[in-house]
């Protein structure tokens, strides 16, 4: 079973600033699309971004577009994600997940591995 595990959240106040990161194995993150999803209370789990194997290509949900950044490091199997301008709204759970192949996709259901999740809370 493929691990992934997250690091990086916690408390921040609104304006401020977080850096997620996510490792993984070295087969999984080498072939596999890597991305980050959310999940507030109450709420359904929802895309955040998400970044191809060779990190070439890169999407955003439109909530998060010009403040949060994606981006991996092939030299230690880890994607990151870069939150800048938190908002009280963007408290949540937030999931790495990695789909094997190269097909694209925001749905998390076409994801096979998921990390244990970490907090992310913006006071105002």
């Known amino acids: 079973q493929e691990q992934l595990v997250e690091s990086g959240g916690g408390l921040v106040q609104a304006g401020g600033s977080l850096r997620l990161s996510c490792a993984a194995s070295?087969?999984?993150?080498?072939?596999?699309?890597m991305a980050w999803f959310r999940q507030a209370p109450g709420k359904e789990r929802e895309f955040v971004a998400a970044?191809?194997?060779?990190?070439?290509?890169?999407e955003y949900a439109d909530s998060v577009k010009g403040r949060f950044t994606i981006s991996r490091d092939s030299a230690k199997n880890t994607v990151f994600l870069q939150m800048n301008s938190l908002k009280p709204e963007d408290t949540a759970v937030y999931y790495c997940?990695?789909?094997?192949?190269?097909?694209?996709?925001?749905?998390?259901?076409?994801?096979?591995?998921w990390g244990q999740g970490t907090q992310v809370t913006v006071s105002s």
């Open positions: 997940a990695a789909r094997m192949g190269s097909s694209f996709s925001r749905a998390r259901e076409m994801y096979d591995y």
């Open positions: 070295e087969r999984t993150f080498s072939s596999s699309i």
């Open positions: 970044i191809t194997w060779a990190g070439s290509y890169t």
